[in-house]
C-alpha cells in the first residue's frame, strides 16, 4: 500500500494564496492611478514642445527684421502658414485637435482659450506675435 504523509506533501495553503492575492491587489491599487493619465501628460508635452518650436521661429523672424531692416516686426500671418519661409518644414500638428492637421487660423483680437472658427490647429496673433493652441481644454490657456 502506498503511504503518504502529510510532511512529504507540498504546495501553497488557500490562506497563502489569499494572501498574495490581497498584496498584488494593494500594489494594482496604488500603481494604476499613477499611470492612468499618461496619454494626458504625453498630448500636454507634444503641445508644450510644438509651441516652443514655434514660437522660437516666430522670435527668430522678428529678430531678422530688426537687425535687416532696423524694424522689427512679426512675420504676417501668410508668410507664417507658407511653407520655407517662416519655417522650413510644414507646421506640427496640435495634439489636441489631431483632425486639424497643421492649420493656423489668425487670432488678431482673440484671447487664449477662445476657440477661433470651426477647426483646431493653432491661432497666431500677427500684432503680438502670439501662437497658442485653438482650443479650449483646460490648462493650455496658461502656456
Known amino acids: ?37 499618461i496619454a494626458g501628460e504625453a498630448r500636454e508635452s507634444s503641445c508644450k514642445a510644438s509651441l516652443g518650436g514655434l514660437r522660437s521661429g516666430i522670435a527668430i523672424w522678428y529678430a531678422k527684421e530688426a537687425v535687416k531692416n532696423s524694424t522689427a516686426q512679426w512675420p504676417p500671418y501668410d508668410s507664417l502658414v507658407a511653407s520655407g519661409v517662416v519655417f522650413e518644414q510644414t507646421l506640427p500638428n496640435n495634439p489636441y485637435q489631431p483632425n486639424a492637421g497643421d492649420s493656423v487660423v489668425s487670432g488678431y483680437n482673440q484671447s487664449k482659450g477662445t476657440v477661433v472658427g470651426t477647426r483646431g490647429g493653432w491661432v497666431y496673433n500677427d500684432s503680438t506675435g502670439q501662437v497658442w493652441p485653438n482650443t479650449n481644454t483646460v490648462g493650455e490657456n496658461t502656456w
Open 1 to 37: 500500500m502506498f503511504n503518504r504523509n502529510l510532511s512529504d506533501q507540498r504546495g501553497f495553503t488557500l490562506i497563502e494564496l489569499v494572501i498574495i492575492i490581497v498584496v498584488l491587489g494593494i500594489l494594482a491599487a496604488v500603481a494604476i492611478p499613477k499611470y492612468q493619465d
